[in-house]
């Protein structure tokens, strides 16, 4: 793997071999500890509102996060939107102080309860907040987790603001390490986090395994109702459920493969090298000629996939030979595979639209890096949209979170949950 032979102690010379457009290079560096920012980009989106993205939980993230919102409230925002999609958590303490930057002192932000009292613990915000009355947009998807769920949760569980997209990770487990020998540790689960309503955000139940040893989420028997401070009905069974919920739009087919098989990443390289500048990040269009030149590219690499479909009919003719149905019905099947065959043209005229956006995007991150591609990005954003709507509309947003409307207004595609590893 490239990043193990670039790894070493910070401060130690390495020499990388770079090739650039076809023409290699020696440079010579020194390794240094990574710093990943923590907001990677703040801006006005329109003029009334302030776009805050958030990405991690890191040592003194919350003065990151305060100097980007006192830099937004000199533009005199109406609303902001704290973006903490895919943000995976981190340190409990920044947590706390990510709230306090939006609520007063004294309030419970979380709490952690477990069988050893010595462990239990309540936190509380202790000092003034930046702005605690300018309407709030948490957003968060299924990756967000752990600290991120619990600034969102907290923040609902206040009535501070609106929470819109989907429902969040479920992480709510506190965690200790103890040494042990051979240079390991062991990670001990002592207590769980509970948020100010009462209710704890975790979402796998390990106390209680399925038959055959796996972990299942809480059961709808165990889900229990808590109330937000001016009494809107929540819920417990993991992760925190969004006012608002928004699932985006899946990739079709063939946009995931380009994507997950490089192929849009490879493009945007290419069309880097022969065009050294482009005029601005929201100027930039990807016009017909580059999508033929996208076409052809795809041709020259022998680009080719399977549909899901297509996989599915040939398991079909599989089980069919199995069960000595196949010969019965060859003709049905025969036709079946001649109809159901994709047509990469016909796929890359039908899906121009999700494609070129993809392209955009990856070729602006060559110009202007991580900032630019989440600038262009969020004017495509079904959940940046839905918030600006429902942050513009005042009437609702207070009746929301007046307790008036406990029911929240769901907009989705779909109603499962999902798990993946966050941490």
């Known amino acids: 793997m490239v990043s193990e ?48 993205r958030f990405t991690n939980f890191t040592q003194d993230c919350v003065q990151e996060v305060k100097n980007a919102f006192v830099a937004l409230k000199e533009n005199n925002p109406q609303n902001i939107i704290l973006d ?21 002192p004294g309030n419970e932000v979380v709490s952690t309860k477990g069988k050893v009292k010595q462990f239990d613990e309540v936190s509380k915000t202790t000092k003034a907040a930046v702005d605690e009355n300018i309407p709030l947009a948490i957003l968060i998807n299924r990756s967000s987790a752990s600290a991120a769920e619990i600034v969102a949760g907290a923040i609902q569980d206040l009535d501070r603001g609106v929470i819109v997209g989907q429902r969040s990770y479920g992480k709510g487990l506190v965690q200790i390490t103890r040494p042990l020998s051979y240079n390991t540790q062991l990670k001990v689960t002592t207590a769980k986090y509970y948020i100010p309503s009462g209710r704890c955000i975790q979402a796998l139940d390990f106390s209680h395994r399925n038959e055959d040893g796996s972990m299942g989420i809480i059961p709808d028997s165990l889900i229990s109702e808590f109330k937000t401070k001016n009494g809107r009905i929540v819920r417990d069974g993991g ?43 929201t100027g930039f269009r990807f ?12 041709i020259g690499r022998k680009f080719n996939y399977r549909t899901y479909t297509e996989a599915s009919v040939n398991q079909l003719i599989t089980n069919a030979k199995k069960e000595k149905y196949y010969d019965l019905h060859k003709d049905l099947f025969l036709q079946l595979e001649k109809e159901i065959v994709h047509d990469l043209d016909y796929d890359l005229t039908l899906f121009r639209n999700e494609i070129t956006e993809l392209l955009e995007e990856e070729i602006i991150r060559r110009y202007f890096y991580e900032h630019g591609a989440i600038a262009r990005g969020i ?34 595609n779909d109603n499962n949950r999902e798990s993946t590893d966050s941490q």
């Open 5 to 52: 032979k670039l790894k070493g102690n910070p401060g130690t010379d390495i020499t990388v071999t770079i090739e650039r457009n076809g023409t290699e290079s020696d440079f010579r560096m020194k390794r240094e500890r990574i710093i990943i920012p923590p907001v990677p980009y703040y801006g006005m989106i329109d003029k009334e509102t302030g776009y805050i």
């Open 84 to 104: 903490l999609r895919s943000n995976p958590g981190g340190l409990l303490k920044e947590a706390v102080g990510i709230v306090n930057l939006f609520v007063g």
């Open 239 to 281: 992760g925190i459920t969004p006012d608002f919920e928004i699932s985006p739009d899946p990739l079709s087919q063939v946009a995931t493969e380009l994507f997950l098989r490089n192929y849009i990443f490879d493009f945007a390289t290419k069309y880097y090298w022969a065009h050294p500048d482009i005029d601005s990040i």
């Open 287 to 298: 016009t017909e000629t580059d999508y033929n030149d996208f076409h052809n590219f795809l």
């Open 379 to 412: 004017n495509n954003d079904e959940q940046i949209r839905k918030a600006i709507e429902i942050l513009n509309n005042k009437e609702l947003y207070s009746h929301i979170l007046s307790g008036k409307n406990s029911s929240p207004l769901i907009t989705r």
